[in-house]
């Protein structure tokens, strides 16, 4: 059976091996976060065979880059690093949560319903556009310590993982904006080119 986000979290709190990083936001973050047009967010990622000390090291730097950037999802090839590991934390002010951690995520099935909502990109800043995407997912990831994990996942949270797995396809959220005009006033406006995007839509 799938359990639910807030189950794992409760699991998460009582192992000793969770990550476990400061939600301030630093100064100088430890990681570069690339943005629409860096050939890294394009390539795919390969999975990782083994986690150990440096994969758990690597996720305290993507939390702590993620959290200096007020971000509440961050994949690894959005800072350069080419392997299938997540980091998402959609409870950003209670620093007793603890972040998801999803190292080699498989998304097993998908709901009928699908749900249009906002999203943005740490690697796009400043643009906001509509996606499509479906409303509820099951996956299975290894945890931060090497455990096999299944989870269900709804609402924001399915949203978010869908958006940040795109990433390890070299996928961006603004490849999936079905509103060509909309999409192109918006990248103008903040500095990116069209031609950057590669529509999936």
């Known amino acids: 059976m799938a359990r639910s986000f807030a189950q794992l979290a409760r699991t998460a709190e009582k ?3 969770s990550i476990a990083v400061s939600k301030e936001p630093l100064e100088t973050p430890p990681l570069e976060i690339h943005t629409l047009g860096n050939g890294a967010l394009r390539q795919s990622t390969r999975r990782i065979g083994k ?5 758990r090291e690597l996720t305290k730097d993507m939390l702590r880059s993620m959290y200096a950037a007020r971000g509440i999802g961050l994949a690894a090839p959005q800072v350069g690093i080419h392997k299938q590991l997540l980091v998402l934390d959609l409870d950003l002010e209670n620093p007793t949560t603890p972040p998801l951690v999803l190292i080699n995520p498989e998304i097993s099935s998908f709901s009928a319903s699908i749900e249009t909502y906002e999203e943005g990109c ?3 800043p400043g643009v ?5 995407r479906p409303a509820a997912i099951v996956l299975s990831f290894r945890d931060e310590m090497g455990r096999p994990r299944k989870m269900k996942a709804d609402g924001l949270m399915a949203r978010c993982i869908q958006h940040e797995m795109d990433h390890l396809e070299g996928v961006l959220f603004v490849d999936r904006v079905t509103d060509e005009n ?3 006033l918006e990248l103008k406006e903040h500095g990116f080119k069209s031609s950057d995007v590669r529509s999936i839509a």
Request: charged content about 30%; overall charge negative; aromatic content about 6%.
């Open 15 to 17: 192992d000793k091996g």
């Open 51 to 55: 986690v150990d000390e440096s994969i």
């Open 122 to 124: 740490l690697s796009i």
């Open 128 to 132: 906001y556009l509509n996606v499509v």
């Open 182 to 184: 909309e999409l192109k």
